[in-house]
C-alpha cells in the first residue's frame, strides 16, 4: 500500500512541480505573482484534450502523447500575447496593480475557454488507457502515472540544464537575482522577461495537459493546482527552483499520504506543516 | 551616559567592529569621522539596536542594552536619524512629527478620537518644527521639500523622541554644500538647547571642527584615536588614514 | 461642540444630506432595487474595514473572503445548531466574534510577511476554510451551504412574513444603523492616532518601527479590525441572500472585494463604499446580459487598472482639483 501512496504522492508531486516551477520563474524574472498562471494550466488541459480526440481515431499511439506538447504550446503562446499587453502595463505599477491586473486575466482566461470549448467537460482518456498498468513492488499501478512521472524529471533536467549552462538560462537567472545589476549588464530585459513568462506559462500548460488521460477538462480545472503551487511558493520560497522541487514533493506526498488516511484531514495537515516552516524559516525553505 | 566596551562585529569573515571601547558625557557632541567602510554605520546600527554585536558590551546609563529590541532602546532614550532619509513620505511635515511623540508618550494605540483632539501633542509638535525652522512647511509632503529640509525633518522625528542620546548619521550628506552649515546650525542648536547628548557620523571636517566637543577617527573598524577636534586635524596618523578622503 | 464643528464643515453636511437621502430609499426604490442596494450596502461595509488595511496600513489581502463566510457561516450556523438563540442582538456580536478569532489565528501568521508573501498566504488561508466549509458537509451543508432565516430582532419576530417584506422594512433601517455606525467608527480610527501608526507603517516600515511603533501588533490590529468588518458585512448579507455557501471564502469572492476597493478608490475613506455599489450593480447587470460576464468583469477591472489606478473618488478629487486650479488661473489672468 505505501508503493502505491508514494507513487501517487510523486505522480501529484510531479504535476505540481510543473505548474509551481512556471510560477517561481515569472516570480523570480519577473517579481510578478500571476494570479491567472491555473488559467495557463487549464488553456493546456483544454487544448490537449481537445486535440487528443481529434487524433485520436486517426493516429497512431506515439502521436497521442506528443499531441499533449499542444497544451505547452498554446499556453505558452497565450502567455506571450498576455505579456505583451498586460504586463508590459504592470512593470511601473505597485504590487497591488500587477495582482488586480492578473486577476483581471483570470477572469478573463475563464470565460475564453468557454467561449472557445463550451461549458461541456471534455474527455480524452485514451494516452491513459493505452498504456495499461504495471506491477511495482507488488502492487499494481498506473503506467500512465510513471511516464508523467518521467517526463516531469525530464522537463526538470532540461531546465535545470538550461538554467546552469546555457547562456540564455544564466542571464534569467541574473536578471532574477538582481534586476538593476542585470540591466546595468546590458541584458535586453523585456525580451527575456518575455521569454520567462511563456516559459512560465508554457509549463504550467503543460502540467495541464498532462493531467488530461486521468481526468477530464473542466472549467475551473486550474483553480486547485493554483492553490496548490502558492503553497509550494510559500513553503519553498519564492523565485526559488530548488524550493520548487523540495516543497511540490512535501505537498505531493504530504496529500497523497493524507487523503488516504482521513480525506478531510488533507488540507488542514498541509497548512499546519506549511506554517510550521514558515515560523521556523519565515522565507520559506530556499527563499531569500 | 554611554559607555561602549570592547565591541566586535563580523559580517561573514569581514570585521567591521573591531574592539571598540569609548565613553560619551552627558551634553557632549562627539563626532565620529572614518573613511567609507570603517564601521561607523555599524556601530550606530548597533548602538540603535537595529544589529546586535558579537561580543562587547553596551551601557546606557549604567544599564546592560546591548541586546535589547530597538523598541526598548527608544523607550529609554536613544534615537537615531539616517544617512538615507527615511520620512513617512504621505504625510505632512507636521504629522511626520507629530506621530513620533504620539508613540514616545504611549498614545498611539488610542483609535476613536481623531489626532487632532490631542491639542498638546500638536502644539509640542509645532514647538519642534518652530525649533529647527521647518515650521512654514508643516502642511507640506516631504517631497516638496529640499534635501536638506528633509535631512533636517529626518532628525526632527528622531529629536521628537525625547531621547537623551541622539545618533545622528551623516546629517549633511547629500546636502547642497551651502546648505550644510545652515542645517547643522539648526540641529545642533536645538541639541544644545536640550542639553542632548549626540553621536554624529560625519565626512565633512569643517562640519566636524565647528560642532563636536570631541573627535573619535575610526579606521577599518578600530577606533585610530581621539580627542579635541583641532588635535585630531593635528594628528599624523590622523591625516595619513583619512584625510586624503576628506575634504 | 462637537456638533457645532460638523455643521459648520461641508463634509458633515454632505453626509447628514446622504444619510436623510438614505432614510427614505425604501420610499424611492422598488423591491428588487431596493434589496440590490441592500447587497451594495453591506458590502460597503466590507470595504471600509478592508481600506484600512488596504489603503491605510499598506497590505493587500486575496483572502477576505475568509472573514466574510466566518460572520455569515456564523449566523447561519446558530440558526441550525443554537435555534433559540436566534436573535439579532445575539447573531451580530457572535458573527463579530467568529470573524475575530479567524482573523487572529490567520492574521497571525500574515502580518510576519509583507508584499507577495503576505498575499499569497492570506490568500491560500482563505481557501483552507473554503475546503473546510465544503468538505465538512455534515457540520456546514457542503456545496449546498445553509439557509439562513429571518431573526428575530429586540423581541419583535417576524412569523409568517415574507423575506422581501422583512428585508424592505425594518431591517433596512438596521442595516442602515450599522453601515452609519460602522462609517463612523472607521471614520474615527482612521484620523486617530493608531490611524496614523497604521500611515507610518504603510509609508516606512522602518522608520515606524524605529520610533517606537511595533510594526507587526500593529498590522496585526489592522488586519483584525478589517476581519471583523468583513465579518459584520457577511452576517448582514446572510440575511439579504437568505443562503450562506462555502464560495463566499473562495479567493476569487475575495478578489471581488478587492475589486471594489480599487473601482472606488483606496485614498480616500468613502471609495470602497462607492465601489461596493458600483460593483454590486456592474456584476448584475453583467450576469443578466450575458453568459460570459466573467470576462465583461475582468475586461473592466483591467481598463480601470489602467486608466483609473485611483479609483472612482480618486479621479473625481483630480478633476475637482482640475477645475479648481482652472478656475484659480481665470481668476488670476482676468
Not at chain 1, 500500500?1 to 505522480?11: C, D, K, P
Not at chain 1, 488559467?39 to 506528443?66: D, E, R
Not at chain 1, 505599477?93 to 470549448?117: P, S
Amino acid at each position: 500500500m505505501w508503493v502505491i501512496y508514494t507513487l501517487n504522492g510523486l505522480y501529484f508531486a510531479a504535476l505540481l512541480f510543473l505548474t509551481s516551477l512556471g510560477l517561481n520563474i515569472i516570480l523570480g524574472v519577473m517579481g510578478i505573482l500571476n494570479l491567472a498562471h491555473g488559467s495557463f494550466y487549464a488553456i493546456g488541459a483544454f487544448m490537449g484534450a481537445w486535440t487528443i480526440i481529434q487524433i485520436v481515431t486517426k493516429a497512431p499511439a506515439p502521436l497521442l502523447y506528443v499531441s499533449l506538447l499542444s497544451g505547452f504550446l498554446l499556453a505558452g503562446i497565450v502567455g506571450w500575447i498576455m505579456e505583451k499587453t498586460l504586463i508590459r502595463a504592470m512593470y511601473k505599477r505597485t504590487l497591488e496593480y500587477q495582482l488586480l491586473l492578473t486577476f483581471g486575466a483570470l477572469l478573463l482566461l475563464e470565460d475564453l475557454i468557454k467561449m472557445v470549448w463550451g461549458g461541456q467537460a471534455l474527455y480524452a482518456s485514451a494516452p491513459f488507457d493505452r498504456l495499461g498498468k504495471v506491477e511495482i513492488m507488488g502492487s499494481v499501478y498506473p503506467a500512465y502515472f510513471l511516464l508523467v512521472i518521467a517526463i516531469t524529471l525530464c522537463v526538470g533536467f532540461l531546465i535545470w540544464l538550461f538554467m546552469g549552462k546555457t547562456r540564455l538560462g544564466i542571464m534569467l537567472r541574473a536578471i532574477s537575482l538582481d534586476r538593476e545589476m542585470a540591466t546595468g549588464l546590458g541584458l535586453d530585459i523585456s525580451r527575456l522577461s518575455t521569454l520567462a513568462f511563456v516559459l512560465g506559462s508554457g509549463l504550467a500548460g503543460l502540467a495541464g495537459a498532462l493531467v488530461i488521460p486521468t481526468t477530464p477538462a473542466l472549467l475551473g480545472i486550474g483553480m486547485e493546482p493554483l492553490i496548490f503551487a502558492f503553497i509550494v511558493v510559500v513553503v519553498g520560497g519564492l523565485g526559488s527552483l530548488k524550493g520548487a522541487l523540495v516543497g511540490a514533493l512535501l505537498v505531493g506526498l504530504t496529500r497523497s499520504f493524507g487523503i488516504a488516511i482521513f480525506p478531510e484531514i488533507e488540507l488542514p495537515l498541509l497548512f499546519l506543516i506549511a506554517g510550521i516552516i514558515l515560523v521556523a524559516k519565515p522565507q520559506g525553505l530556499f527563499g531569500r | 551616559m554611554l559607555t561602549v566596551k570592547e565591541l566586535n562585529k563580523y559580517f561573514g569573515y569581514f570585521q567591521a567592529v573591531n574592539n571598540v571601547s569609548f565613553e560619551i558625557r552627558g551634553g557632549e557632541i562627539v563626532s565620529i569621522i572614518g573613511t567609507n567602510g570603517a564601521g561607523k554605520t555599524t556601530l550606530v546600527n548597533l548602538i540603535s539596536g537595529y544589529i546586535k554585536p558579537d561580543s562587547g558590551r553596551i551601557l546606557f546609563f549604567d544599564q546592560d542594552i546591548t541586546y535589547i529590541s530597538p523598541y526598548k532602546r527608544i523607550q529609554l532614550g536613544v534615537s537615531r536619524s539616517f544617512q538615507l532619509i527615511q520620512l513617512f513620505e504621505k504625510a505632512t511635515v507636521l504629522d511626520n512629527v507629530r506621530v513620533a511623540l504620539f508613540s514616545k508618550y504611549g498614545m498611539i494605540h488610542k483609535a476613536l478620537w481623531p489626532a487632532e483632539r490631542y491639542s498638546s501633542i500638536a502644539q509640542e509638535a509645532i514647538a519642534i518644527l518652530d525649533n529647527f525652522h521647518l515650521l512654514d512647511k508643516k502642511d507640506q509632503t516631504p517631497k516638496v521639500l529640499s534635501e536638506g529640509d528633509m535631512k533636517v525633518l529626518d532628525v526632527a522625528i528622531a529629536f521628537a523622541l525625547k531621547s537623551k542620546l541622539l545618533l545622528l548619521d551623516e546629517p549633511t550628506s547629500g546636502v547642497a554644500t551651502y546648505d550644510k552649515f545652515k542645517v547643522m546650525d539648526s540641529i545642533v542648536s536645538v541639541i544644545r538647547k536640550e542639553g542632548i547628548s549626540s553621536l554624529i557620523i560625519e565626512h565633512d571636517m569643517d562640519i566636524v571642527s565647528g560642532y563636536s566637543d570631541r573627535v573619535i577617527v575610526m579606521h577599518e573598524g578600530q577606533i585610530l584615536a581621539e580627542g579635541k577636534p583641532d588635535e585630531i586635524m593635528a594628528n599624523k596618523d590622523v591625516k595619513a588614514a583619512v584625510f586624503g578622503i576628506l575634504s | 461642540m462637537e456638533l457645532k464643528r460638523m455643521l459648520g464643515n461641508p463634509r458633515w453636511v454632505a453626509y447628514g444630506i446622504i444619510l436623510l437621502v438614505l432614510l427614505f430609499v425604501p420610499y424611492l426604490l422598488p423591491t428588487f432595487d431596493l434589496m440590490l442596494f441592500e447587497y451594495g450596502l453591506t458590502f460597503g461595509i466590507v470595504g471600509l474595514g478592508f481600506n484600512l488595511l488596504l489603503g491605510y496600513t499598506g497590505l493587500l489581502s486575496f483572502g477576505h473572503g475568509a472573514y466574510f463566510a466566518a460572520g455569515a457561516y456564523a449566523v447561519a450556523m446558530m440558526g441550525k445548531y443554537l435555534p433559540q438563540a436566534y436573535a439579532m442582538e445575539i447573531l451580530i456580536p457572535a458573527a463579530l466574534l467568529f470573524s475575530l478569532l479567524v482573523s487572529i489565528l490567520f492574521g497571525f501568521l500574515c502580518v510576519r510577511h509583507t508584499k507577495i508573501f503576505f498575499s499569497i498566504l492570506a490568500l491560500s488561508l482563505s481557501m483552507l476554510l473554503f475546503a473546510l466549509l465544503f468538505k465538512l458537509y455534515h457540520l456546514t451543508g457542503g456545496s449546498d451551504g445553509l439557509r439562513v432565516a429571518i431573526p428575530t430582532m429586540f423581541g419583535m419576530a417576524f412569523k409568517g412574513v415574507r423575506r422581501p417584506v422583512f428585508l424592505t422594512g425594518t431591517y433596512y433601517y438596521f442595516l442602515l444603523a450599522m453601515f452609519v455606525l460602522s462609517f463612523l467608527i472607521m471614520r474615527g480610527i482612521v484620523s486617530s492616532p493608531f490611524g496614523k501608526a497604521l500611515q507610518a507603517i504603510r509609508d516606512n516600515e522602518v522608520r515606524a518601527e524605529l520610533i517606537g511603533i511595533r510594526v507587526r501588533r500593529y498590522r496585526l490590529y489592522a488586519f483584525c479590525i478589517s476581519g471583523m468588518y468583513a465579518g459584520l458585512g457577511g452576517a448582514l448579507w446572510s440575511f439579504v441572500n437568505g443562503h450562506v455557501t462555502a464560495d463566499l471564502s473562495h479567493w476569487v469572492f475575495s478578489g471581488e472585494i478587492v475589486y471594489m476597493t480599487l473601482l472606488g478608490g483606496f485614498g480616500f475613506l468613502e471609495g470602497p463604499i462607492i465601489g461596493a455599489m458600483i460593483f454590486t450593480y456592474l456584476k448584475l447587470y453583467a450576469m443578466g446580459n450575458t453568459e460570459y460576464w466573467m470576462f465583461v468583469i475582468g475586461a473592466t477591472l483591467i481598463i480601470l487598472v489602467l486608466l483609473l489606478p485611483n479609483g472612482v473618488s480618486g479621479a473625481a478629487a483630480a478633476l475637482w482639483t482640475r477645475i479648481r486650479r482652472g478656475r484659480k488661473a481665470e481668476e488670476v489672468s482676468c
